[in-house]
């Protein structure tokens, strides 16, 4: 991409999007991306706002009409570089993130996303699509938020990856923190709950398809293509009733001839083993290097907005 | 660089010269290297060899007056753009790898080095030089051989590190693990000699100066600038007779302020605990992620190579 001006529209302000404006906006100058500008924002309570001030998230009102306001419209019409997919995580139909990226797509826009939904469901499809139309997608907070995970591979040129496996949900991965310390599945779950970890309805965590996608995301990228639907899931429901329930990681795993997510008993010398809390883990067995492990967090305002910003520097850079 | 033929010498055809040469033929394919070939090779031993074939290494033999061979007077005639430092570490003085590195930069070449002696004791100064001559100069393999350590960062672009701490010798790693086993100090050492872990003068390893010079790598490179003499080193000879000597790992550590290498008894809640035998680990504590953890080996043939082959493609790819 040239150095002319550039253009960032913003799609879905909750969480990550706020983060992401404010990690921009406190990063530019440092990045040097004065050439570089948030030009509009859409969400469905705050509505459409076209060059934002730097003090917006202070200012920020919901609209009245969210609900009438036509996203692809604004995508279509949109003179933006870059479109951000922020918007709400759906592993049914990826919706309304897959229209989101196909319309941004095709309509010259390069993508950035940390949305699972849509690059679970239809990453290779995604791809294809920014190829014919010479765009980038670019989803490197679709796992472990800005904790580097595959684009590790990216330090390794030449490197084979024969398998992968990691902890990939970091509130199953605190909810098994409680059980090994004594405390039961439904307490352990609540302060899940109350510590904002899980959410009102906890399934896409406990029922293990956050991780889920996040192995049916990483066997695309490893090319052992394969979609959600592809991966063996099993969450962590069946150990709250179980005597044997300490030492369990949600482990999720894929090499060319397999991928799952389900509740392991690890042993002690697996550095793995003692990963705990909301922390992630992804661990590569490569052919030049044996095993390698990176851990950080895999959620969080910050934490997944610097995803965002990776992708957008790894654009711009180009 | 561009796509023209790129050439390459290579100092000193060791271990990780050797690995080098081989990992570099078997990747070259897969990397679309073809432009790019390994134009001779220089060793006191071997001799200097000009348009090595494939099958060198089972046909290597050494030369007889290998000792009189003037490898300055080879770099600087030399028409390879980029050359490889690969020759043996030295942390008096840095030589001879340092006058070859200032050969190389001021005689029109890139510079890749996994030699730590130079780097530790120079970097500074080599940098400058580098800069001033249009050059690069890399030196992945000089921390944790190929695992991604420092420039994990380059996929945390705006993120700041705030700290960096470590276990950055593979072989006191391997004695310690030995005894928290109950082994004793002696025993521990010569099994990690007799395994190759560590060379018949242990020094190096045992009373940190490799641990040492990662710290005066990572100070310079974070901007904390730094240079060998200046990290406080403590190796592990005082837990020798020590009853206290179980837990233990030997620390670097890095921020603005201090620099130091010494054995620090960790707590069971520390992931750093749980790194045992031979491998590395590396934690950043940055901005904008909290705590990132990147743990695999830090030595080795194949491990090094691919630093060396690492830096090979991102000097290409520029």
Redesign the interface.
């Known amino acids: 991409m040239s150095s002319d001006n550039v253009k960032v529209a913003i799609l879905g302000f909750g969480t990550v999007g706020q983060g992401f404006f404010e990690?921009f906006n406190s990063?530019k100058k440092?990045?040097a991306l004065d050439n570089v500008s948030i030009s509009e924002i859409v969400d469905l309570k705050y509505g459409h706002i076209v060059n934002p001030q730097d003090d917006l998230i202070s200012n920020l009102k919901p609209v009245e009409d969210g609900s009438k306001i036509d996203v692809l419209d604004i995508i279509q019409k949109s003179d933006a570089d870059i479109v951000c997919e922020f918007t709400w995580v759906n592993f049914k139909d990826g919706e309304p993130g897959v229209s989101h990226i196909r319309k941004a797509l095709t309509t010259g826009k390069d993508v950035i996303t940390t949305n699972k939904g849509p690059i679970a469901l239809f990453y290779n499809e995604l791809k294809e699509l920014a190829d014919k139309n010479g765009r980038n997608l670019r989803i490197k907070g679709t796992v472990m938020?800005?904790?580097?995970s595959f684009?590790?591979m990216?330090?390794?040129?030449?490197?084979e990856v024969k398998s992968v496996r990691g902890i990939f949900n970091g509130t199953t991965n605190f909810i098994l923190s409680r059980l090994d310390a004594g405390e039961n599945f439904d307490k352990a779950l609540q302060e899940a709950q109350s510590k904002g970890y899980a959410e009102a309805d906890p399934t896409n965590d406990v029922d293990g398809y956050d991780a889920g996608a996040k192995v049916a995301i990483l066997s695309s990228l490893f090319g052992w293509k394969r979609t959600f639907s592809d991966v063996r899931i099993e969450g962590i429901r069946s150990l709250k009733d179980s005597r044997d329930r300490k030492g369990y990681k949600l482990i999720g795993y894929a090499d060319k001839n397999d991928a799952y997510v389900r509740p392991v008993k690890l042993d002690e010398?697996d550095?793995l083993?003692?990963?705990?809390g909301v922390t992630n883990a992804i661990q590569f067995d490569t052919d030049?290097?044996?095993?390698?492990?990176?851990?950080?967090?895999g959620a969080g305002r910050?934490?997944t907005?610097?995803a965002a910003?990776?992708d957008l520097?790894d654009i711009i850079g180009k």
Do not use: F, I, R, W
């Open positions: 990690l990063k440092s990045l938020a800005g904790t580097p684009n590790v990216d330090l390794l040129p030449g490197s010398t550095l083993y003692h990963v705990t030049t290097l044996g095993e390698v492990t990176v851990a950080g967090p910050v934490e907005a610097q910003l990776t520097v």
